[in-house]
């Protein structure tokens, strides 16, 4: 009998975030397990894939993992360096495939927090801020958002927008004049999410091995749609978790 391959639920993310990354396209990279999941899609099955860093890295080969899109490591060996006007500015063109972020809520809309927990004057938490993901999210033509699957952090309605998805609902978006499609996918420690064309309310496409709709829906703020073709994630293979943990993030920086 074949021993069973143990992964834990951060490499998992990684993993499914790394099997989204798609050979040609351009990929906005945010901070945290984005940059494990690009780095991975890059070196597993999109060598052509172009990762964009929001200081200005374009294409670079990091010998280690970068600790945030600051890093030097983000310009190593890269074939151009831009300043990060020019890098937003080229999103503004329409020229980045693809937004990849996280962030401390995000709502049935694909609306993103991370400015504050509770009300803006008087929260409870204050966030580091937009940052780039603004940005992104405005002018990449999708976006893919990243994190970990709990209630309060799955709202119904999060409490501040610091990132726009499809607001309040359909053509919202559009008449806010912003550029792309918006959200696309949303990938937790419990399963793969989308939206709904019509509604655009998030829908659940995979859901992770040892996890049931049911459960998910569960640790969801929200009800959640599910896909008339919704199946289980496929699992890690040995070579996904040995590319991961030996030459993406062997230090163990953000898959743990």
Same mark, same amino acid.
């Given at each position: 009998?074949?021993?069973?391959?143990? @992964?834990?639920?951060?490499?998992?993310?990684?993993?499914?975030?790394? /099997?989204?990354?798609?050979?040609?396209?351009?990929?906005?990279? !945010?901070?945290?397990?984005?940059?494990?999941?690009?780095? +991975? *899609?890059?070196?597993? =099955?999109?060598?052509?894939?172009? %990762?964009? @860093?929001?200081? !200005?890295?374009?294409?670079?080969?990091?010998?280690?993992?970068?600790?945030?899109?600051?890093?030097?490591?983000? &310009? @190593?060996?890269?074939?151009?360096?831009?300043?990060?006007?020019?890098?937003?500015?080229?999103?503004? $063109? !329409? &020229?980045?495939?693809?937004?990849?972020?996280?962030? $401390?809520?995000?709502?049935? &809309?694909? #609306?993103?927090?991370?400015?504050?927990?509770?009300? @803006?004057?008087?929260?409870?938490?204050?966030?580091? *801020?937009?940052? *780039?993901? #603004?940005?992104?999210?405005?002018?990449?033509?999708?976006?893919?958002?990243?994190?970990?699957?709990?209630?309060?952090?799955?709202?119904?309605?999060?409490?501040?927008?610091?990132?726009?998805?499809?607001?309040? *609902? %359909?053509?919202? /978006?559009?008449?806010?004049?912003?550029?792309?499609?918006?959200?696309?996918?949303?990938?937790? =420690?419990?399963?793969?999410?989308?939206?709904?064309?019509?509604?655009?309310?998030?829908?659940? +496409?995979? &859901?992770?091995?040892?996890?049931? %709709?049911?459960?998910?829906?569960?640790?969801?703020?929200?009800?959640?749609?599910?896909?008339?073709?919704? =199946?289980?994630?496929?699992?890690?293979? $040995?070579?996904?978790? /040995?590319?991961?943990?030996?030459?993406?993030? %062997? #230090?163990?920086?953000?898959?743990?």
């Amino acid at each position: 009998m074949t021993e069973e391959i143990q @992964y834990t639920p951060r490499e998992l993310i990684a993993i499914v975030a790394g /099997r989204l990354m798609v050979d040609g396209e351009s990929v906005f990279v !945010g901070t945290g397990l984005p940059l494990v999941g690009a780095l +991975l *899609g890059k070196k597993l =099955h999109a060598p052509n894939m172009l %990762p964009l @860093y929001e200081c !200005g890295g374009v294409d670079p080969e990091p010998r280690e993992l970068p600790w945030s899109v600051a890093c030097p490591w983000t &310009y @190593y060996k890269a074939p151009i360096i831009l300043s990060m006007s020019s890098i937003f500015g080229h999103s503004r $063109a !329409g &020229y980045a495939d693809v937004g990849f972020l996280g962030g $401390a809520q995000i709502d049935m &809309y694909g #609306n993103i927090n991370a400015t504050c927990i509770g009300p @803006y004057d008087h929260p409870s938490v204050r966030l580091t *801020g937009s940052g *780039g993901a #603004n940005d992104m999210a405005s002018l990449c033509q999708r976006l893919i958002f990243i994190g970990l699957h709990l209630p309060q952090r799955f709202p119904e309605r999060v409490d501040y927008i610091t990132t726009p998805g499809f607001l309040d *609902g %359909p053509g919202a /978006r559009e008449k806010a004049g912003l550029l792309g499609q918006g959200p696309w996918r949303v990938i937790s =420690h419990l399963g793969l999410m989308g939206y709904d064309e019509e509604t655009r309310r998030m829908k659940l +496409l995979q &859901y992770h091995p040892g996890v049931t %709709p049911e459960l998910i829906q569960q640790f969801t703020g929200f009800e959640l749609l599910i896909d008339k073709d919704v =199946h289980e994630t496929p699992k890690p293979t $040995a070579e996904e978790l /040995r590319v991961l943990r030996e030459e993406v993030d %062997p #230090n163990q920086i953000f898959c743990f």
